[in-house]
């Protein structure tokens, strides 16, 4: 099996840690191993004297936490909606009553960033949440851009990096991020189960709401000061979590993962020029594709992939629209295969 979807194929000894015996969590060395994880993961994103909450759970559930514990502690919220991921900030705000503007970009576009200014102008809201990649359609924002508008009308910023980490340059610190959020299963290419929140300095120290007993900042950050979670773990996953990250740091960091991602992402998409596919994606990513095909809405393609080969790719929400990811290990031989086969079964 071969998979250019989240999280893509896994590396072996990471893979192999998910059939060994559970051992108990509540210990001093399983306490170590957090403590390490959330090091590293603060050098990745570049965030000096911040903290993470480690949470059992989607990113939509960390996407929760953050705006019951931080984004309700302002009065008005500026949600920036390009796609599926924006909108469930929109969601999120909406279910919890946090007044918000919904800053709506056409689907696969940038931001008009001077329209953007001028709304957080007149607006004048607290907290401004968007991602810096829509992982719907590909779309990489300018953070740095929009961390500058920010920062010159006193707007905290939240960013949802869920699919850029590890795969985009972003340094917390410099862009000026309050608060982000990540998952296991994209750049962090280890099963899916586990999410993380990034909370810089100043934000670690913000009088933080209580609209969620699970996600809790401050319970969560309490137990995590000593290495452990206030409930079960997803033990097994936090230490592939744990093994992964020293992979990383043994591997050159986040600059040598970044630059596998780009070149997998540029060889890909030559191999997509080749084949006459539209990439109608404005400022795309490298951590994803996405190929409008002459497939239908019957997705022969994505189906013909699995059951010919055993293989999977992200189908969109449009006939004919497919996202492959560059996470995970990935060799020029296997995409240029890949791309072969889209186009075999694109024409039958």
């Not at 300018?142 to 949802?160: A, F, N, P, Q, W």
């Not at 050159?252 to 991602?261: K, L, S």
């Not at 290990?329 to 295969?337: G, N, P």
Request: overall charge negative; proline content about 5%.
């Amino acid at each position: 099996m071969h998979s250019y979807a989240f999280p893509g194929d896994i590396p072996e000894s990471i893979a192999r840690i998910g059939s060994e015996p559970i051992p108990y969590m509540r210990t001093d060395e399983f306490s170590r191993i957090n403590l390490e994880s959330e090091r590293i993961l603060l050098d990745l994103i570049h965030c000096r004297g911040g903290r993470t909450i480690i949470y059992t759970g989607s990113g939509t559930g960390a996407m929760s936490a953050i705006v019951e514990n931080y984004a309700s502690g302002f009065e008005k919220a500026l949600v920036i909606d390009g796609g599926s991921f924006g909108h469930r900030w929109a969601d999120l705000c909406g279910y919890y009553g946090l007044p918000f503007v919904h800053f709506k970009v056409p689907f696969a576009h940038d931001i008009d960033y001077s329209s953007l200014e001028e709304t957080i102008a007149s607006e004048r809201p607290g907290v401004l949440l968007c991602q810096h990649d829509e992982t719907s359609s590909g779309v990489l924002f300018d953070v740095k851009r929009i961390g500058g508008i920010c920062r010159r009308y006193g707007v905290s910023l939240v960013v949802d990096v869920i699919s850029s980490f590890l795969a985009e340059e972003f340094n917390m610190d410099e862009i000026g991020a309050d608060v982000c959020v990540t998952s296991t299963q994209k750049g962090l290419n280890v099963p899916p189960g586990l999410s993380v929140v990034f909370l810089s300095e100043k934000a670690s120290k913000f009088p933080f709401k209580h609209r969620g007993y699970y996600w809790d900042f401050e319970e969560n950050l309490r137990n995590l000061t000593r290495g452990q979670t206030p409930y079960s773990p997803a033990t097994i996953i936090f230490l592939q979590l744990h093994a992964r990250l020293k992979q990383l740091e043994a591997e050159g960091g986040e600059a040598a993962n970044i630059a596998r991602v780009h070149h997998r992402a540029e060889f890909f998409r030559s191999e997509c020029r080749k084949y006459g596919w539209d990439m109608p994606t404005e400022s795309p990513t490298f951590a994803i594709t996405a190929i409008q095909t002459a497939d239908d809405a019957s997705r022969k393609v994505f189906r013909g992939l699995i059951e010919k080969y055993a293989t999977y790719i992200m189908p969109g929400s449009i006939p004919g629209f497919y996202r492959i990811s560059h996470m995970g290990e990935q060799t020029d031989e296997e995409l240029a295969l890949l791309a072969s086969r889209i186009k075999e079964l694109e024409t039958i």
